[in-house]
């Protein structure tokens, strides 16, 4: 599955879903806040949530921290948690005043490295743009993932 993320008439970025997810795992393993409803499920699945700009700008901030540690040639699969429904768990947590740290986003440094690595950054200058809606391209069907030609999507969870 892909997200679109559109911040306006002109402003689109359609990526894949594990791309999105391990973004939102980097930036928790990095002190993100999430600011929707308890549970998460706002920000992993797109059914046309609003982010908002200072939100989006300061995942932008996050992950682009995290992206130094996230390695550029290809790591193999440990077996760590990943995946909407963990990323939900980690925001309920914070949610519920725990903590996330590096131990608990280890798959996202996984899945993320090697050929998604850029594909990473091109999401990061989107995000420092500002605010956006998280949407299913399926309307979009021209729109294909960062770094995948239309039609496909090859992104991060080839790798494992």
């Known amino acids: 599955m892909d997200i679109l993320l559109r911040g306006g008439a002109s402003r689109r970025l359609a990526v894949d879903a594990d791309l999105w997810i391990g973004a939102l795992d980097l930036a928790l393993g990095q002190g993100?806040?999430?600011t929707a409803k308890p549970g998460g499920e706002g920000y992993c699945a797109p059914a046309g949530q609003r982010i908002d700009g200072?939100?989006?700008?300061?995942?932008?901030r996050l992950v682009d921290l995290a992206l130094d540690d996230v390695s550029d040639s290809v790591q193999p699969m440990q077996g760590h948690p990943f995946g909407e429904e963990h990323t939900a768990a980690l925001i309920a947590r914070i949610h519920a005043g725990g903590h996330v740290g590096r131990k608990d986003v280890t798959a996202a440094y996984e899945i993320l490295s090697g050929s998604p690595k850029p594909q990473l950054r091109e999401l990061v200058k989107f995000l420092r743009r500002g605010g956006f809606v998280l949407e299913s391209p399926s309307d979009s069907s021209s729109e294909s993932p960062a770094g995948s030609p239309s039609g496909s999507s090859p992104g991060p969870a080839s790798q494992g």
């Open 32 to 34: 993100w806040n999430p």
């Open 54 to 60: 200072s939100e989006a700008k300061e995942l932008a």
